[in-house]
């Protein structure tokens, strides 16, 4: 194997880690409330550069990580408590009016931050390469790191939807949204839990993903086509079918940047024809 | 002369007096209103298609733009790259346009509502970035530049703004009617129907896919011609003419101006446009205002200008309307699409 083809594996999986943590948001949030919140990749956008500032105020990375998510729920929740509730019951409505945020916040960014790309810099103690005994591979410890961060995360929600009497619930609110409404539980409070949850792993994936990729305007919109691109792949609503999803953009991403960079993005169309024409409700969706 | 005869009378008249005002512009406003009136004409077709796809197949498209593009590009390569004299650029824009559309449309007929507009962002995003990437044959960000209007009938539509203005406004009035003859022909009938209910129109055995497969073919054609002409006007194509603004700001203008009639859509984006150049005298934050307002329209004013007008004055123009069929304004509130 070539270094390039290594280098590339590599790469795709540390960026499907982080497509990943943005997308498991998402698809959580589109799930339970049907409604495809597109200002996602602007959560993630904003979310990086606040954490950029709160990294240049305080030096500390998990304190900017922890901002941009905590700032970015925040936000979230605003919008799904005085926006989108506003419009509850019409999903349409519902996605255009998160539209309309996302190109708000977009364009927010630009006026706070400027338009020129920028990075966060790599904390003291994720700096450095390590080799990888095996394939004598020199790599950043950094996205080694964003692979633990996403296994991890994956754990946390595994055993949050799986254990916990309220990511129950929110499984119920998934499959049968009437049955639990009529059983009594508060649904108007789980939509918003939803929602700000989604906000904070957006945000704390632009820190994180701020810290290897490049922070620029435009960045959301890219963000949200490739996590879109997992939710259509892997099927809404599936834990399986977003890591799945992740790990395909994020290696067919790296690949064709590396080996055809005219087309990088173009290619994932491929899957994404392939898959809806087998399976028009992605690889783990559930027919309805 | 009977109650149906004098509302007939009423249209007539009115159109006679919107048509006469349309020609006359050339001659009676300034070189600077006739460049506005081209703008809108180009960035009314690509509103058109996107509000024919929601009035009529109550679906959301924000992959519009990505046929204007389509078609500016094949245009623009054919012209400035291969030399092709007039008529075939624009036809082969045109074409390849409507392949495109052929192709994405096999995959878009699978989905519905949310996931419509899910999947067509994607690909307007990633026709996007084929246009920014590709820079081999696309120039990338900068685009391809230095498109020359062609030469009509021995006329130069590009030193004559005249002659530009007349030789779009043919095709212009040739989309509208298309578009207006779709939606009154048997096809537009079944189209509505697929809209309000699909399940019962595949019972009563109907092809709904064909039927969502043709409309959506059909407004790419509407949204590609918008296209030829931006390129031809402009003399330029950049991947922002494909963007997901470009497309959002579609769609703002189509609500604006009332998402159930063509009128509408050239209402929206006429208003759009000169708030384009109002604002870009005063601030640079057009997208933010556009975002606003974009919220606005969307959470208070579904109906659009036009939907509003013919609710107070249509009665002026049309005998009450109960239960007619035909391609009208404000029948009923757009976009009913749910989930669940």
Redesign the interface.
């Given at each position: 194997m070539s270094i390039l083809v290594i280098m590339s594996l590599l790469n795709g999986l540390t960026l499907g880690a982080l497509l990943f943590i943005t997308a498991s948001g998402l698809t959580l949030s589109f799930s339970l409330m049907?409604?495809?919140n597109?200002t996602h990749g602007a959560f993630y956008m904003a979310g990086g550069f606040i954490g950029l500032s709160v990294l240049k105020f305080s030096g500390s990375w998990l304190l900017a990580v922890l901002a941009g998510g905590v700032m970015m729920s925040a936000l979230a929740f605003i919008e799904e408590r005085f926006?989108l509730r506003?419009?509850r019951?019409?999903?349409?409505?519902e996605?255009?009016?998160s539209?309309?945020?996302?190109?708000?916040v977009?364009?927010?960014v630009?006026?706070v931050w400027g338009g020129y790309p920028r990075t966060i810099s790599i904390p003291e103690a994720l700096n450095g390469t390590v080799s990888i005994p095996l394939i004598h591979t020199i790599y950043p410890v950094y996205r080694i790191f964003m692979l633990g961060l996403a296994l991890v995360i994956i754990g946390a929600l595994w055993v949050f939807l799986k254990k916990t009497r309220l990511g129950v619930t929110i499984r119920a609110g998934v499959d049968n949204?009437e049955m639990v409404s009529a059983l009594g539980i508060n649904v108007r409070r789980l939509f918003s839990f939803v929602f700000t949850l989604s906000g904070f792993l957006a945000g704390v994936s632009g820190v994180v993903g701020g810290t290897f990729l490049m922070l620029v305007v435009g960045e959301d919109?890219?963000i949200l086509?490739l996590t879109?691109?997992v939710?259509?792949i892997g099927g809404m609503g599936s834990l399986g079918g977003t890591i799945l999803g992740s790990l395909i953009t994020g290696l067919i991403y790296s690949f064709s940047t590396a080996f055809i960079?005219?087309?990088?993005?173009?290619v994932?169309?491929l899957p994404?024809?392939i898959i809806?024409?087998i399976r028009?409700r992605g690889l783990f969706g559930k027919e309805r | 002369m009977t109650k149906e005869s004098g509302y007939r009378l009423r249209r007539t008249l009115l159109s006679a007096l919107v048509g006469g005002i349309v020609i006359a512009i050339p001659w009676i406003s300034s070189e600077y209103f006739v460049m506005m009136s081209i703008r809108v004409m180009f960035f009314g077709m690509l509103t058109m298609s996107l509000t024919y796809l929601a009035g009529e197949l109550g679906a959301?498209s924000l992959m519009q733009a990505a046929f204007f593009g389509i078609s500016g590009y094949s245009v623009a390569l054919l012209q400035s790259r291969y030399g092709f004299p007039f008529p075939i650029p624009l036809l082969a824009g045109l074409i390849i346009s409507v392949l495109a559309a052929g192709l994405f449309g096999?995959?878009i007929v699978?989905?519905r509502?949310?996931y419509f507009?899910?999947?067509t962002?994607?690909?307007g995003?990633?026709?996007w970035?084929?246009a920014s990437?590709?820079?081999?044959v696309t120039k990338g960000d900068t685009g391809i530049m230095n498109i020359y209007a062609p030469v009509v009938f021995g006329i130069s539509t590009e030193e004559s703004k005249t002659a530009f203005y007349f030789f779009q406004l043919i095709f212009f009035c040739g989309a509208s009617y298309f578009l207006t003859v779709l939606k009154r022909s048997p096809f537009g009938l079944m189209l509505r129907g697929v809209r309000d209910s699909e399940s019962r129109m595949a019972m009563l055995g109907y092809r709904v896919h064909r039927l969502r497969y043709a409309a959506f073919v059909f407004a790419a054609l509407v949204a590609a011609l918008g296209g030829v002409f931006f390129t031809y006007f402009t003399g330029l194509i950049n991947p922002h003419s494909v963007s997901?603004?470009a497309n959002?700001e579609a769609?703002l203008a189509g609500i604006l101006g009332g998402i159930n009639s063509l009128l509408g859509a050239v209402v929206g984006t006429a208003i759009l446009k000169t708030l384009d150049v109002v604002l870009s005298g005063i601030t640079e934050?057009y997208?933010?205002i556009?975002?606003?307002m974009?919220?606005l329209v969307?959470?208070f004013a579904?109906q659009g200008i036009v939907g509003t007008a013919m609710k107070y004055w249509g009665k002026w123009l049309f005998p009450s309307r109960n239960g007619s069929g035909s391609g009208g304004e404000a029948r009923r509130p757009p976009?009913e699409?749910?989930?669940?």
């Open positions: 049907r409604v495809v597109l926006l506003w419009a019951g019409n999903d349409l409505i996605t255009l009016i539209l309309s945020v996302a190109i708000i977009g364009d927010l630009l006026v949204f919109w890219r086509t879109l691109i939710i259509i960079p005219e087309f990088s993005l173009f994932l169309f994404v024809a809806l024409s028009p | 959301v096999l995959l699978r989905v509502g949310i507009l899910m999947l962002m994607v690909l995003q990633l026709v970035a084929l990437q590709w820079s081999s997901l603004p959002v769609l934050r997208m933010l556009m975002g606003v974009f919220m969307i959470m579904r976009q699409v749910r989930g669940r």
